[in-house]
Each structure stands twice: as structure tokens, then as C-alpha cells.
């Protein structure tokens, strides 16, 4: 079955074949991305002219954002430890080895802030507890748990794939 995308000008639909998106975990962190003011994490799905397509993890819907929107890919994120900066892709994998690939049980709205740093101690011993904020572990969670009901469970990002 193939899917179209219906575009009108004026009079005239065009009807344009849509490729089914395919969740390719290896590189998905360069496609998946956060933006401000937005809840949630979004897939990108193309560009236009002064605008990028994105469908929410959560919901499936899709909307345009424009270049006024603050939009960090998640392969552009690192985390705050003592030494140098750790990648998401590497915190998430860490976190997913704890976890075992299944949602934290950890509710990151209600924990307190000794609950969200004793489960980030497991996570990534060596963070850096003056630069990482509470706020940045419930967001992670919430990241981490985003990504699992999506289906998304290899973090790597490509080039550390390639190296491999």
C-alpha cells in the first residue's frame, strides 16, 4: 500500500508518494530532535523552504517549525562530568543497559531531587553534580522514555557506528 501526501496550489492537487519512515536506530539521534517550547521529542521528516517537517514521538502529528524555533538535534547533546562531556547517545545507552531497555520506573515528576540523583549515579558515576541540575535528569528521563515507546533502542549515533 503506498502513501500519498496531498498538496494543493489554487486549483491543482498534487499527489506525492510518500516513503514510509523507517526507524533506523543507528542513526536516529541525528534525526530525532528537541525543540523549544515544544514537549516532547520529534522525528525529522523532511525540509522545506525556511521550515523543517517534524512528527512527534508521542503522537504521530506532524507540524512544520521555522527558523524562529530553537531546534537541537539530540546528537548535538552532551551531559556535564567531572572529566570531559559524555554524549547522549552514550547516557541513554548507559541508561538502557540499567533499565533493560524498558521505561524508568522512576516517575520524573514526582521524584525528589535525592531520587533523581541516586538513579543518575548509576547511569553516569563520574557526572558533574554542579552543572547537571535535576531539571536536566527529569528531562532525561523523560527523553529516554520518549524514545522507548517509540521503538528507538540503539542510541548510537552513525559515525560511532562506522568507527566500529
Same mark, same amino acid.
Given at each position: 500500500?503506498?502513501?500519498?501526501?496531498?498538496?494543493?496550489?489554487?486549483?491543482?492537487?498534487?499527489?506525492? $508518494?510518500?516513503?514510509?519512515?523507517?526507524?533506523?536506530?543507528?542513526?536516529?539521534?541525528?534525526?530525532?530532535?528537541?525543540?523549544?517550547?515544544? $514537549?516532547?521529542?520529534?522525528?525529522?521528516?523532511?525540509?522545506?523552504?525556511?521550515?523543517?517537517?517534524?512528527?512527534?514521538?508521542?503522537?504521530?502529528?506532524?507540524?512544520?517549525? /521555522?527558523?524562529?524555533?530553537?531546534?537541537?538535534?539530540?546528537?548535538?547533546?552532551?551531559?556535564?562530568?567531572?572529566?570531559?562531556?559524555?554524549?547522549?547517545?552514550?547516557?541513554?545507552?548507559?541508561?538502557?543497559?540499567?533499565?533493560?531497555?524498558?521505561?524508568?520506573?522512576?516517575? $520524573?515528576?514526582?521524584?525528589?531531587?535525592?531520587?533523581?540523583?541516586?538513579?543518575?549515579?548509576?547511569?553516569?558515576?563520574?557526572?558533574?553534580?554542579?552543572?547537571?541540575? $535535576?531539571?536536566?535528569?527529569?528531562?532525561?528521563?523523560?527523553? /529516554?522514555?520518549?524514545?522507548?515507546?517509540?521503538?528507538?533502542?540503539?542510541?548510537?549515533?552513525?559515525?560511532?557506528?562506522?568507527?566500529?
Amino acid at each position: 500500500m503506498q502513501i500519498f501526501h496531498v498538496f494543493s496550489c489554487a486549483y491543482h492537487f498534487f499527489f506525492v $508518494p510518500l516513503q514510509p519512515i523507517l526507524i533506523n536506530d543507528a542513526f536516529m539521534l541525528k534525526e530525532i530532535l528537541a525543540i523549544t517550547g515544544k $514537549p516532547g521529542l520529534y522525528k525529522l521528516l523532511t525540509r522545506g523552504n525556511n521550515m523543517l517537517i517534524v512528527e512527534s514521538l508521542v503522537d504521530g502529528k506532524r507540524m512544520p517549525t /521555522y527558523a524562529r524555533d530553537k531546534i537541537v538535534a539530540l546528537s548535538d547533546v552532551s551531559m556535564f562530568t567531572n572529566a570531559d562531556d559524555v554524549s547522549l547517545s552514550e547516557v541513554l545507552t548507559n541508561a538502557g543497559k540499567k533499565e533493560g531497555l524498558k521505561p524508568v520506573a522512576l516517575d $520524573p515528576k514526582k521524584a525528589s531531587n535525592a531520587e533523581l540523583q541516586a538513579w543518575f549515579d548509576e547511569v553516569l558515576p563520574d557526572w558533574d553534580r554542579d552543572r547537571v541540575y $535535576p531539571s536536566d535528569i527529569r528531562k532525561l528521563i523523560q527523553w /529516554y522514555n520518549i524514545l522507548i515507546n517509540a521503538g528507538i533502542t540503539d542510541f548510537r549515533i552513525e559515525e560511532e557506528e562506522e568507527a566500529q
